[in-house]
């Protein structure tokens, strides 16, 4: 049967591939794909203990059954890193204005606090200088990942309302990476979703972020 692999990041770069095909027995495991896949690039062999795998776009382990005409994804480790959408990855610039209508979206008569947060690309990361940084997504993963993240959050922290936008592309320093807005009755609730849509955005959604200065380019969280 046939199978359709994925690859992003320091993955991809490793097999020089975005996508290809593999033909597997029927009734495969998710394990046994990631053995043909290792063994047509065995350079991806060390990065395995820091990939997590997804098939058809959720998360599995090895001993997930492989449907026909399925689609594998070896995720890398996530860095996390229009319209007023509660969710939403773009690639046009973010500013002042897009976190106005974040903020609108999540306000109401009924909210006495907004609470926001915006990460910016800085020039400096683990001791090395940053020139610019470039974000790619596995898009249909990441589109539903982020909205999951939003509803389970509203769900957990009743009358709170939640949007979030994520810049893709190529990034500068100073720019906008991630804007959050977070209505709700009172301040602590808040804060409190607030910092948590951000932290499960950086754990759960997969996007990863390069990072280039002067000596090189390299894949955030890269486990080799």
Request: proline letters at 7%; aromatic letters at 6%; charged letters at 25%.
């Amino acid at each position: 049967m046939d199978l359709n692999v994925l690859y992003f990041a320091h993955v991809r770069e490793r097999t020089g591939v975005a996508r290809e095909t593999l033909q597997l027995d029927p009734g495969a495991t998710v394990a046994e794909a990631v053995r043909a896949i290792v063994d047509r690039h065995p350079e991806v062999e060390r990065l395995l203990p820091s990939v997590r795998f997804a098939l058809n776009g959720e998360f599995v382990d090895g001993s997930a059954v492989v449907p026909p005409g399925s689609e594998v994804v070896l995720i890398p480790p996530i860095s996390g890193g229009a319209g007023t959408s509660p969710s939403d990855l773009v690639e046009s610039p973010l500013g002042p204005e897009s976190m106005e209508l974040l903020c609108d979206y999540v306000s109401d008569s009924s909210h006495g606090a907004v609470a926001t947060f915006t990460g910016i690309v800085r020039d400096h990361a683990r001791g090395r200088s940053v020139d610019h940084l470039y974000y790619e997504a596995y898009r249909p993963m990441a589109d539903r990942k982020l909205l999951e993240i939003v509803t389970t959050i509203e769900r957990d922290f009743p009358g709170v309302r939640v949007a979030v936008r994520h810049r893709l592309g190529h990034l500068e320093v100073g720019e906008i990476a991630v804007q959050v807005a977070v209505g709700s009755a009172h301040r602590r609730p808040a804060f409190e979703a607030c910092a948590q849509v951000i932290d499960r955005l950086k754990e759960e959604v997969p996007i990863w972020k390069k990072e280039t200065g002067p000596d090189g380019s390299e894949w955030v969280s890269e486990g080799a």
